[in-house]
Nanobody
Framework: QVQLVESGGDLVQPGGSLRLSCAASGFTFSSYWMYWVRRAPGKGLEWVSAINTGGGTTNYADSVKGRFTISRDNAKNTLYLQMNSLKPEDTALYYC??????????????WGQGTQVTVSS
């Protein structure tokens, strides 16, 4: 069965960095665009970033552009999100997802359990 397992979330100070990972299994990872989304406390789902099958095309929400970098290793079936210059407003539960992208759960057919990122001094 399809599984997406996120890891790497932590408590970090403003200006710090984190690298999130998403281990995929149960499907041909290299055949799918993959996405990162997040849900901040009391807010709705926010699309963060997307990457195409080969990793050569990436897209970012304006809120993270220039600070976050999405990447993938198809040999390891793993998706990454490098997060730099973190801000308190980046605090959220981060999910990786497979689907069509966007800020609605209905646009994804699979997602993981999420990993918590907290940015606070």
């Amino acid at each position: 069965q399809v599984q997406l397992v996120e890891s790497g979330g932590d408590l970090v100070q403003p200006g710090g960095s984190l690298r999130l990972s998403c281990a995929a299994s149960g499907f041909t990872f290299s055949s799918y665009w993959m996405y990162w989304v997040r849900r901040a406390p009391g807010k709705g789902l926010e699309w963060v970033s997307a990457i195409n099958t080969g990793g050569g095309t990436t897209n970012y929400a304006d809120s993270v552009k220039g600070r976050f970098t999405i990447s993938r290793d198809n040999a390891k079936n793993t998706l990454y999100l490098q997060m730099n210059s973190l801000k308190p407003e980046d605090t959220a539960l981060y999910y990786c997802g497979r689907g069509r992208g966007g800020s609605s759960w209905s646009l994804y057919d699979y997602w993981g359990q999420g990993t918590q990122v907290t940015v606070s001094s």
